[in-house]
């Protein structure tokens, strides 16, 4: 019998309404399915070098499927379906290999076989879904006892007879979650030399990180700004593959830039004048289509209107979400960004722009300054961009 550590709530459990007779019930029933599928599974000829089981499930709607994967089984898909995928592609928690969806084997335990597991779904669906006398807490109530009960299940499975690598991990997922809740969740059920072994990268990422650390604020933060950056505007896959290896991502390192506040803000100011200029190049036009043709034509070859977007225009928007989601400026980075706001409004005078980062900017300076400047939403047009509120 195989042990698995308890699932630790990062979230306060509401106090509930009687459960416990349901939830006993789940427990047994849940047990009695999950050691059928197993002891089927152990049986066929597929019970061989499995590196994976996974419990699949939607605490939301009530329902449980029971995966399991093997390097044969993981091999056959490669090669069926993802024959072009590199091996960073394949490997890590964010690879085709942990991909729950890519998992050949699968059985739903509220299928018909599962007379009684079905019939407690059932119920827990409707409680959930149909049952309007119940509150909103008591409802995720349910929901983290329900994820509790299935990482629970994971002690009570009888492994002994699963053929396994290893570098075996158990766990139990949720539906539509982050990298870092399945990561979480990986954690709940496995020991953390056991993960270590599974994803080397999360080690070597993090001791590169401590070891850039160790020069400095300013050097870290310019070094993620600038990692950010590359992830956009590099065609270097290779660099871009190596930064993988080490698990950095560019939605990993702007999480990593919001918990630096002023040092990350300084760091973008840093960078930011480089791409915020450049033409935004898409345009809604509010001029008849032959007298914007003709408009056009007039133009230099280097300033005509088109449809392409680039990449200086993908890097500023970016940029300026970060700046949004942190919240901070100083009183030169606020009048930069008003500086820009005015710029872009001259140079569209003639057309509605599409120009998001107008928009971005004015949320920056609100995020910021709330008191100050108004709340500004997102949108194809300017116009509900008061100019005064911006001092223009």
């Not at 990422?205 to 505007?233: D, P, R």
């Not at 680039?310 to 940029?319: G, K, R």
Request: hydrophobic share 35%; aromatic share 10%.
């Amino acid at each position: 019998m195989m042990k698995w550590k308890k699932l630790l709530s990062k979230k306060k459990v509401i106090e509930e309404k009687p459960t416990i007779n349901y939830f006993n019930e789940f427990n047994k029933v849940l047990t009695s399915s999950t050691s059928s599928v197993i002891n089927n599974f152990v049986k066929s000829d597929e019970n061989n070098n499995v590196y994976v089981l996974v419990l699949d499930i939607d605490e939301v709607h009530g329902s449980i499927q029971l995966l399991l994967n093997s390097e044969v089984m993981l091999e056959d898909i490669i090669k069926s379906k993802y024959s072009n995928y590199n091996e960073s592609q394949i490997r890590g928690l964010s690879g085709l290999k942990y991909s729950e969806g890519a998992f050949k084997f699968r059985v739903d335990l509220s299928g018909s076989e599962f007379e009684k597991m079905n019939e407690l779904l059932s119920k827990y669906y409707n409680l959930q879904i149909n049952d309007n006398k119940l509150s909103y807490d008591d409802k995720y109530n349910y929901r983290v006892k329900f994820k509790e009960f299935c990482v629970a299940n994971l002690n009570l499975m009888d492994l002994s007879n699963l053929n396994v690598t290893d570098d075996f991990l158990c766990y139990v997922i949720s539906h539509d979650v982050s990298e870092e809740e399945k990561l979480d969740s990986i954690m709940a059920s496995n020991t953390v030399s056991q993960v270590n072994k599974c994803f080397p990268e999360l080690i070597l990422g993090a001791n590169y990180l401590e070891n850039i650390k160790a020069l400095g604020s300013k050097v870290y933060t310019h070094f993620l700004v600038t990692s950010y950056v590359n992830f956009l505007i590099t065609t270097d896959y290779e660099l871009k593959e190596q930064l993988e290896k080490l698990n950095f991502t560019r939605f990993k390192i702007g999480d990593e830039l919001l918990t630096l506040k002023e040092d990350a803000v300084n760091s973008i100011f840093d960078v930011l004048p480089q791409y915020i200029h450049s033409p935004y190049k898409t345009y809604c036009i509010l001029i008849p289509i032959m007298e914007f043709i003709k408009y056009n034509n007039s133009l230099p070859e280097d300033e005509k209107i088109s449809n392409s977007k680039p990449i200086e225009t993908e890097v500023s928007t970016s940029l300026l979400l970060l700046l949004v989601d942190i919240g901070i400026l100083s009183s030169s980075q606020e009048e930069y960004l008003v500086g820009v706001i005015k710029e872009k409004l001259v140079i569209y005078k003639d057309f509605e722009t599409k120009d998001l980062r107008i928009t971005l900017a004015a949320r920056a300076l609100h995020s910021a300054f709330p008191k100050k400047y108004p709340s500004v939403k997102i949108g194809g047009k300017n116009e509900f961009l008061n100019k005064n509120d911006f001092g223009l």
